[in-house]
């Protein structure tokens, strides 16, 4: 069983930053990093959305084009720590964000195919 905890939302303005992080734990004798991960984002009423993933240990990123050139997974296996950095937010953007670990290999673009997910984390950006 993983379990795991995402930090680093709030209210923030357009046109600014934000670092999310997700905290793993555990990992039941596999590495973090070891996990296909992603970060989903999901408005009242909709299904989850794909932002970022990560596998193979951070060596493969898939960024959505709908998101690209603004959103950047990342990780930090010593810390078993999953992030997404965001630049030049946007209203459109405000939502919780989720990040979600799966058994399986390879970059997951599924929400289905994740076995473990985060609480999540409410981002809000004003305009």
């Known amino acids: 069983q993983v379990h795991l905890v995402e930090s680093g939302g709030g209210l923030v303005r357009a046109g600014g930053s934000l670092r999310l992080s997700c905290a793993g734990s555990g990992t039941s004798g596999r590495t973090f990093s070891s996990y296909a991960m992603g970060w989903f984002r999901q408005v009242a009423g909709n299904e989850r959305v794909l932002v970022a993933a990560t596998a193979w240990f951070g060596l493969e990123t898939y960024i959505p084009n709908s998101v690209k050139g603004r959103f950047s997974i990342s990780s930090d296996s010593a810390k078993n720590t999953l992030y997404l950095h965001i630049d030049n937010l946007r209203p459109e953007d405000s939502a919780v964000y989720f990040c979600?670990?799966?058994?399986?290999?390879?970059?997951?673009?599924?929400?289905?195919?994740?076995?473990?997910w985060g609480q999540g984390t409410q981002v809000t950006v004003s305009s």
């Open positions: 979600a670990a799966s058994e399986k290999t390879g970059i997951i673009t599924t929400p289905i195919e994740y076995n473990y």
